[in-house]
């Protein structure tokens, strides 16, 4: 893996990543990099949503934050 992708094999906190389905920021191609550098750490995607999700559907967004903070932060 090149690029700054390369530093996310020593990312010590949980993350989450999100894409907004319609994103033309965020694409598919980058969610495969995610995936494959960090496959422990989850991606959500938000159909109908560009990369400003939290704007275009923020009830959406928020239903995805508990069940990570129970997954990871327990």
Same mark, same amino acid.
Request: proline share 11%; net charge neutral.
């Given at each position: 893996? #090149?690029?700054?992708? +390369?530093?996310? #094999?020593? /990312?010590? *906190?949980?993350?989450? &990543? %999100?894409?907004?389905? @319609?994103? @033309? =920021?965020?694409?598919?191609?980058? *969610? $495969? /990099?995610? #995936? +494959? &550098? +960090?496959? @422990? /750490?989850? %991606? *959500?995607?938000?159909?109908? &949503? =560009? !990369? /400003?999700?939290?704007?275009?559907?923020? =009830?959406?967004?928020?239903? !995805?934050?508990?069940?990570?903070?129970? $997954?990871?932060?327990?």
């Amino acid at each position: 893996i #090149k690029g700054w992708w +390369r530093w996310m #094999k020593d /990312l010590q *906190v949980p993350t989450m &990543a %999100v894409q907004g389905g @319609d994103s @033309d =920021t965020f694409r598919d191609g980058s *969610v $495969q /990099l995610w #995936k +494959r &550098a +960090r496959p @422990d /750490l989850p %991606v *959500v995607s938000i159909p109908n &949503a =560009t !990369h /400003l999700f939290p704007v275009d559907l923020p =009830t959406v967004t928020v239903q !995805h934050i508990p069940p990570f903070w129970d $997954q990871y932060l327990g």
